[in-house]
């Protein structure tokens, strides 16, 4: 017999990828260029050429057994050492290998860090809006994730919400800062407030309540926006990244888990990420681009387009009258829609070629979500069709 949690999965799809789909269809009938697809995250800018270079080299000049062999269990060990000198100068914390393990990317280095810290049946907590993979994530390893209502002011935390549903139960928080959907940075303040309460509520309960930062997003950020190292402000940190969005290598699946060198057995938790990719399938990232990120961790792709792209469309939707939170980085704008039912809204822009993804996937009923991972030249005329579906639907 099938498993049926499974099987009833296939009824609830990704909303994302749905519409994505429809982009697609859409774009057969009229040209692709002519369908402004807002719905994926998929980034835009080509990889640094520095990247190519070095695939290039090391395929043309290295031993294809250690190109194209499996590597250990966690990760290349010249690869974890690199990795944690970056991470020490960048972060001021005194990263070593064996605080670093490497992942299948952030989902693969999630699905570890969730099984580090939970039991089946304990509690997680986010805060939306939120990713919206991060259910299928945490409720298939067994944990329950919990989502805290958003603070749509500013959206960063809403503390006086956190507070009331931190339990017994609460074994770790998950943040995601810049954040997908809204693109809002925690502020320092925001990250001290958190540890502060992740401290007091740790030593009242009797346990550390650890604290997972998901942070694919962490070099797009904008000018003039700071960015704190999350981990700076709490010892039992566990970094969950993704070189996907700065080097633009979503296909390459690669990532890694950090944990603070402070954590209480940060080493052993590390050599715990080996066991449970045994049993989940996450092991022995592909050896090549392992080696090869490693050359370029102080490289990024062109991600000024991001902020381009941002500021035209920040100023055209306040400019039509939405009420929208300014980014601080990624590459996601996150505005009120025009109408109590997002869903509905977004329904009706689909009508002008559209392709927005309603807020209630992310748990943030009545916003949408922009991603803005195109060619400027198709955010640009994209303004037109917006005016027009907003002059139409909303102003007639």
Not at 300 to 317: F, H, Q
């Amino acid at each position: 017999m099938l498993v049926q949690k499974y099987k009833g999965m296939l009824s609830a799809k990704s909303v994302i990828r749905q519409l994505s789909e429809f982009a697609t269809a859409r774009g057969n009938e009229i040209g692709y260029e002519n369908v402004f697809d807002f719905s994926l995250g998929n980034p835009s800018v080509p990889v640094p050429s520095e990247f190519t270079d070095i695939l290039i080299n090391m395929l043309q000049n290295e031993d294809p057994m250690t190109l194209h062999g499996y590597s250990p269990s966690l990760g290349i060990t010249s690869v974890r050492e690199k990795l944690a000198a970056s991470l020490e100068k960048r972060s001021g914390l005194p990263y070593r290998k064996e605080h670093v393990f490497m992942a299948v990317g952030a989902a693969g280095a999630l699905a570890h860090a969730f099984r580090l810290v939970t039991e089946p049946g304990d509690e997680i907590l986010t805060f939306a809006p939120f990713f919206p993979e991060y259910h299928p994530y945490v409720d298939l390893s067994g944990a329950v994730l919990k989502v805290v209502p958003a603070n749509t002011e500013d959206f960063q935390i809403n503390f006086e919400a956190f507070e009331e549903m931190l339990s017994e139960k609460t074994m770790a928080v998950l943040v995601n800062t810049p954040n997908n959907p809204s693109g809002i940075v925690y502020s320092a303040q925001t990250l001290e407030k958190l540890a502060e309460i992740l401290k007091r509520k740790s030593e009242e309960y009797g346990h550390i309540i650890y604290l997972i930062s998901d942070e694919p997003y962490r070099e797009i950020v904008f000018e003039g926006v700071d960015a704190p190292w999350v981990a700076a402000f709490y010892d039992n940190t566990i970094t969950c990244y993704s070189f996907s969005k700065a080097l633009s290598l979503p296909g390459e699946r690669i990532g890694y888990v950090a944990i603070n060198p402070a954590c209480r057995d940060a080493e052993d938790m590390v050599q715990m990420c080996g066991q449970i990719s045994r049993g989940i399938g996450h092991n022995c990232p592909p050896s090549i681009i392992q080696l090869a990120v490693a050359e370029v961790l102080d490289k990024t792709a062109d991600l000024s387009v991001y902020e381009t792209n941002m500021n035209i469309l920040y100023k055209e939707l306040k400019a039509l009258g939405f009420t929208c939170v300014k980014p601080g980085g990624t590459f996601y704008i996150f505005p009120k829609a025009l109408e109590e039912d997002a869903k509905a809204f977004c329904q009706k822009a689909l009508q002008y070629d559209l392709v927005l993804v309603p807020g209630d996937t992310f748990g943030c009923p009545g916003y949408f979500r922009m991603a803005y991972c195109i060619d400027t030249e198709k955010v640009e005329r994209s303004l037109a069709a917006l005016r027009r579906f907003v002059e139409t639907e909303y102003k007639a």
